[in-house]
């Protein structure tokens, strides 16, 4: 016969008492990182390393309370391990849920509110490999270069300035060699100046940009390649000296004709400029289209032999060259009919 002084206890209660222990004391859960929000160390707590991944934390405690452990325990367990507005949301979600407060419920909503974004590693890695994209513009590759400086700045704000060099970097070396040459060492150092200057330089030389079709086909022979973002109607240029403009492509917006510019148009030098006289001469009145016509023949249109004097100190006319022998208009010396010994003394 048993001893009736002593009882029997069951696995079951057994089982119980012993996650009761584990439950109250959180001490045997050893080498557990705390959950801040996505930081690794809180202001309010330096003292405590802080895991900045909440995927990889709920990880950490499912994988340290495998047995012998309850929705309830787990819960109070996280609670334990949480440091300020990580602590404040895991609160409000245990009174939101109330009796639907189990684990699984629990970690979902944490996911939620604390989404898992890239690693430090994983962001770098873009960061030194980032290039422009097909249909991307400067100012669209500038902004995710710096969305990556301020993601790298945060997780690591001790090296702020080694973040800034390197997307400056990335930035400057998409610019084709016109571009380059052409941006100073303040500039360079200066996100903000650079990216202005970028545009400025885009659009003062639009024939320097490449193609997206361009761009496609260096990705394909090249791992990583550096152009600058254009739109679909960019051209390929040389990408010299800025000086050489001659090696640039130029349209006349006179003919609409490339190969020159307007000053130097055939078509405005013989026909421009003498339709703009024409229409303007119909809106004059009959006396000033008169008085202008006297002015024509007598002296020319001014815009024509502009700084042109003969030899006895009188203005060319265009429409009537002028004698130098004997000075009158309407023939030349070469077939005067005054004998040069017979010139009309005018003295």
Not at 27 to 53: M, Q, V, W
Not at 135 to 149: A, P, Q, S, V
Not at 180 to 199: C, F, P, V, W
Not at 206 to 215: F, G, I, Q, T
Request: with cysteine; glycine share 4%.
């Amino acid at each position: 016969m048993s001893n009736p002084s002593t009882s029997s206890v069951s696995n079951q209660q057994l089982s119980d008492l012993i996650t009761n222990k584990l439950r109250n004391d959180y001490s045997k859960i050893t080498s557990l990182l705390h959950y801040c929000g996505g930081t690794a160390r809180h202001p309010d707590h330096p003292n405590f390393a802080c895991e900045t991944s909440a995927k990889e934390w709920i990880k950490d405690i499912d994988a340290k309370t495998k047995s012998n452990w309850t929705d309830e325990g787990r819960i109070e367990l996280a609670e334990q391990y949480l440091l300020g507005q990580a602590k404040t949301e895991f609160r409000i979600i245990i009174d939101e849920l109330k009796t639907n407060a189990t684990w699984d419920n629990v970690k979902a909503q944490m996911l939620e509110i604390f989404p898992e974004g890239p690693n430090f590693d994983t962001i770098m890695r873009n960061l030194g490999e980032a290039t422009r994209e097909i249909g991307e513009t400067l100012r669209g590759y500038y902004i995710r270069l710096h969305d990556m400086y301020n993601e790298l700045t945060k997780k690591q704000a001790a090296h702020s300035q080694v973040f800034k060099n390197m997307y400056l970097l990335r930035f400057y070396s998409a610019l084709p060699p016109l571009f380059q040459n052409n941006i100073t060492s303040d500039e360079r150092a200066d996100g903000t100046k650079l990216l202005r200057k970028a545009i400025k330089l885009a659009a003062t030389y639009p024939a320097s940009k490449l193609r997206d079709e361009d761009v496609s086909k260096e990705k394909a022979t090249t791992e990583r390649v550096h152009v600058v973002a254009t739109p679909p109607q960019g051209a390929m240029a040389n990408q010299a000296s800025p000086n050489k403009h001659w090696k640039e492509s130029r349209t006349c917006f006179v003919c609409k004709k490339p190969g020159h510019i307007a000053r130097n148009c055939y078509k405005k030098q013989n026909n421009w400029n003498w339709q703009s006289r024409q229409e303007w001469q119909a809106q004059q009145t009959p006396q000033a289209q008169l008085a202008q016509r006297r002015y024509d023949r007598d002296w020319g249109w001014p815009t024509q032999n502009t700084g042109r004097w003969n030899s006895q100190g009188n203005r060319y006319q265009s429409n009537r060259p002028q004698c130098g022998n004997c000075g009158k208009w309407g023939h030349e010396t070469r077939v005067c009919y005054v004998a040069p010994d017979k010139k009309k003394n005018t003295n």
